[in-house]
């Protein structure tokens, strides 16, 4: 038996941090949009039991140590199936580091395509559950569409769809460490913060423009210096080519920037900057 699933990728529109749990965690509270940029996960059953995970890339992780190992294990760990074995293959289009939740669609992927190809027929809720055991990213990635995450990323509210348009989505050679940057934050006084309120605003009143005025991420202040220049000097590329708005989706090391159709993102040339991607927003799966 066997499955094929798209493992979409996410961008931030809008990502505020607040202060570090007791858990370790910290509290977020940020806008996400799952756009048409995907990794292909093939999903077979096998007989020799155990799982596998291979990829694309030689240099990811595989098995247990990958979030769609991880995934796998939760998944038949809450179904009790013990005697039975997968193989899952992943086709890497999303970049690793980037803030676009490679890994965690990956991991959102295989949860879901589980549940079909086996005909467990889990709840949402149980998903969600299974989602959020592996990654904080996870939950929305199983769902998709435009939601506010809070909590350390996996409580969801469902909030009135993007509008259509164009989303340029670049990667810069460098990576950012999650933890070194969430440790940098915690240091320093941040001074602008997005406008969640403003975000929300704009979506519910179908306004691409208002909204592309409302992106903002924090994370981009703990850049160290050369990182931060570079993702300025992308931003304000974004702008010179027509972009409603531009910001860095996650801990990055990914910007995109927002145009009104997908043909003007597809027309934007700043590949001098890295690997670009010219995708556009995706509803609820």
């Known amino acids: 038996m066997k499955k094929t699933v798209e493992a979409r990728a996410k961008v931030n529109l809008t990502l505020d941090v607040g202060a570090k749990r007791p858990d370790g965690y910290h509290n977020v509270e940020t806008v996400m949009q799952a756009v048409s940029l995907c990794d292909t996960v093939d999903i077979t059953i096998s007989r020799t039991g155990g799982i596998k995970v291979m990829s694309t890339r030689p240099d990811l992780p595989t098995d247990l ?30 970049p690793d580091r980037a803030g676009l939740a490679g890994g965690s669609a990956d991991a959102a992927a295989v949860l879901r395509g589980l549940d079909e190809l086996l005909g467990t027929g889990l709840t949402d809720a149980e998903l969600y559950a299974l989602a959020a055991s592996v990654g904080s990213d996870v939950p929305f990635c199983l769902y998709g569409g435009t939601a506010l995450a809070t909590g350390r990323g996996e409580i969801l509210t469902a909030l009135p769809p993007m509008p259509e348009c164009g989303i340029l989505i670049v990667k810069p050679a460098f990576s950012v460490s999650t933890p070194a940057l969430f440790a940098a934050l915690d240091g320093r006084e941040v001074s602008r913060r997005p406008d969640n309120v403003e975000a929300r605003k ?54 995109f920037g927002i145009f009104s159709t997908l043909k003007e993102a597809e027309k934007a040339d700043l590949s001098r900057f890295g690997d670009t991607f010219a995708v556009s927003p995706t509803k609820k799966l």
């Open 202 to 255: 704009a979506l519910g009143d179908g306004n691409l423009r208002a909204l592309a005025g409302c992106l903002g991420n924090v994370f981009e202040e703990a850049l160290k210096d050369e990182e931060r220049r570079i993702v300025v000097d992308i931003k304000s590329a974004f702008m010179e080519a027509g972009a409603l708005g531009a910001c860095m989706t996650g801990t990055g090391s990914a910007v």
């Open 65 to 94: 140590h990958n979030l769609a190992g991880k995934a796998t294990k939760a998944f038949f760990d809450h179904v009790s199936y013990h005697n039975i074995g997968v193989e899952v293959n992943i086709t890497k289009r999303i």
